[in-house]
T-cell receptor, first 115, second 109 residues
């Protein structure tokens, strides 16, 4: 149980375009979802926290107009990278937590390459 | 700010060797501490956790003890297997997790 999926697993897009990444909790209701970014050989950095039906809370230094997060249902959150640039190329990971639960369950990640 | 520091990898060991991956943290208060493991092509999985000082988390032969006096949470296993090859992340927090940089472990047969 407690499976989180991400789609796509990898995506290549051209500079200036937008790309959407989906995060789904497959077998539980995720009241809270987290989006992380991971650079090569570096740690996961929390980008934002979203609660179902509420606006996301962004970490300091993360541009909310560039990284749009929607958590419209208890099983789906989306991250849209708008007007992507090569420096946005990274590995994006989501995690989800059910109501009252302590543990976060992680998706397998999405590798974004902006050319 | 709060941070987590892990020993740099990669770490390469032979099967049945003893493993230690060091982890230290800085934090105000007494955070919960975690070790996550990421196998190739998969998401991070919680390996073990400890929520208060002197707690020992254990799972699949791995252990880590919450040491408040040294602000450490070192991961140990007495006899590693090839299947333990993965990237290991130390983390602290509760509502929000702060991760170390990860340590890639390779076990050779």
């Amino acid at each position: 149980g407690a499976v989180v999926s991400q789609h796509p697993s990898w995506v290549i897009c051209k500079s200036g375009t937008s790309v959407k990444i989906e995060c789904r909790s497959l077998d539980f209701q995720a009241t809270t979802m987290f989006w992380y970014r991971q650079f090569p050989k570096q740690s996961l950095m929390l980008m934002a926290t979203s609660n179902e039906g509420s606006k996301a809370t962004y970490e300091q230094g993360v541009e909310k107009d560039k990284f749009l997060i929607n958590h419209a249902s208890l099983t789906l959150s989306t991250l849209t990278v708008t007007s992507a640039h090569p420096e946005d190329s990274s590995f994006y990971i989501c995690s989800a937590r059910g109501g009252g639960a302590f543990e976060q369950y992680f998706g397998p990640g999405t590798r974004l390459t902006v050319t | 700010g709060d941070s987590v520091t892990q020993m740099e990898g990669p770490v390469t060991l032979s099967e049945e060797a003893f493993l230690t991956i060091n982890c230290t943290y800085t934090a105000t208060g007494y955070p919960s501490l975690f070790w996550y493991v990421q196998y190739p092509g998969e998401g991070l999985q919680l390996l073990l956790k400890a929520t208060k000082a002197d707690d020992k988390g254990s799972n699949k032969g791995f252990e880590a003890t919450y040491r408040k006096e040294t602000t450490s949470f070192h991961l140990e296993k007495g006899s590693v297997q090839v299947s333990d090859s993965a990237v290991y992340f130390c983390a602290r927090g509760a509502q929000k997790l702060v991760f170390g940089q990860g340590t890639r472990l390779t076990i050779n047969p």
